[in-house]
């Protein structure tokens, strides 16, 4: 039997309110395990931050700028910080106070963009 389920790069962000539950630690684990090398899962479980590398100071800048699209287009916003050569992005979803589904789906397009 083979899994048809898209990959996170495909999917698409839901919305997401409160009284949804936040991923377990093992099930953030999970997803993190589906990312790239750059990603890291907070100590309390309720955040992923990657940390990303450039050349210089316009593919870094170019790089916020498809991340903002990104989060723009699954209304799913991070948030990003970054210098001449080195950006992060910190996901989490403000509204449960931990991480959701759609963190993981964002971080996977984050991914993608490295691939391109």
């Known amino acids: 039997m083979t899994n048809t389920s898209p990959k996170l790069s495909e999917r698409r962000c839901v919305p997401c309110e409160g009284g949804t539950?936040?991923?377990s630690t093992d099930e953030a684990q999970t997803l993190?395990?589906?990312?790239?090398?750059?990603?890291?899962l907070s100590a309390d479980g309720k955040q992923i931050t990657?940390?990303?590398e450039f050349k210089n100071y316009f593919r870094t800048l170019a790089f916020v700028n498809a991340v903002s699209y990104i989060a723009i287009n699954e209304d799913h916003h991070p948030d990003i910080s970054?210098?001449?050569?080195?950006c992060s992005v910190l996901f989490w979803?403000?509204?449960?106070?931990?991480l959701s589904e759609n963190d993981f789906i964002c971080?996977?397009?984050?991914d993608a963009?490295?691939?391109n």
Request: no cysteine; aromatic share 12%; proline share 3%.
């Open 82 to 86: 970054f210098s001449y050569k080195l």
């Open 21 to 23: 539950k936040p991923l």
């Open 107 to 110: 971080a996977a397009k984050v």
């Open 32 to 40: 993190l395990a589906k990312l790239g090398d750059h990603w890291r």
């Open 93 to 98: 979803t403000h509204a449960i106070n931990g």
């Open 50 to 52: 990657g940390t990303f």
């Open 113 to 115: 963009l490295l691939n």
